[in-house]
């Protein structure tokens, strides 16, 4: 894949100095799965982010599929994201439903049971995030799974 920068990197940059022991500047970023990001691949790398919302759908490479359940997810969370990627925390990002975007939908079921037991094993593991809260409505798909995605630090968000 090939990267271009708009500079991100340099805003997280500029940013990041307006940070004080006082008063934190957290910065997060929502990049697509194939790593490193397109657009945000550089910003990323600079070690400057607090989270990462990692967009595990709409991206066969690296999303849950029912030919191969987990493995690519799974795959690209462990072996690129959680080892090439200096974060504090990253999110899981999913559709909250089948409609929500054109693939990656993951059954609640499947992700309590396939997905959560494995990404829940980094300390780097911050929660799901769900996209959107339109569709998570229709569908109760964060109700669903709740009670296994909390993390360490209580935190569960939806966009």
């Given at each position: 894949m090939e990267s271009y920068s708009p500079h991100y990197d340099d805003l997280a940059r500029f940013l990041s100095e307006y940070s004080t022991p006082e008063r934190k500047v957290y910065l997060s970023a929502a990049p697509q799965c194939p790593y490193p990001d397109a657009a945000l691949g550089e910003a990323i790398a600079t070690g400057l982010f607090d989270y990462v919302w990692?967009?595990?759908?709409?991206?066969?490479?690296?999303?849950?599929?029912?030919?191969?359940?987990?493995?690519?997810?799974?795959?690209?969370?462990?072996?690129?994201?959680?080892?090439?990627?200096?974060?504090?925390?990253?999110?899981?990002?999913?559709?909250?439903?089948?409609?929500?975007?054109?693939?990656?939908?993951?059954?609640?079921?499947?992700?309590?049971?396939?997905?959560?037991?494995?990404?829940?094993?980094?300390?780097k593991y911050g929660g799901v995030m769900l996209w959107n809260r339109y569709q998570d409505i229709l569908n109760g798909y964060s109700a669903a799974i709740i009670d296994d995605v909390v993390s360490a630090t209580g935190c569960v968000a939806e966009l």
């Open positions: 990692i967009q595990f759908y709409n991206n066969p490479p690296c999303q849950y599929s029912a030919d191969v359940g987990p493995t690519n997810l799974l795959n690209s969370w462990n072996n690129q994201w959680m080892s090439d990627v200096n974060v504090k925390k990253a999110f899981v990002g999913l559709p909250a439903s089948p409609a929500a975007a054109g693939s990656g939908y993951i059954e609640p079921e499947k992700l309590k049971s396939e997905v959560l037991p494995e990404v829940k094993k980094s300390p």
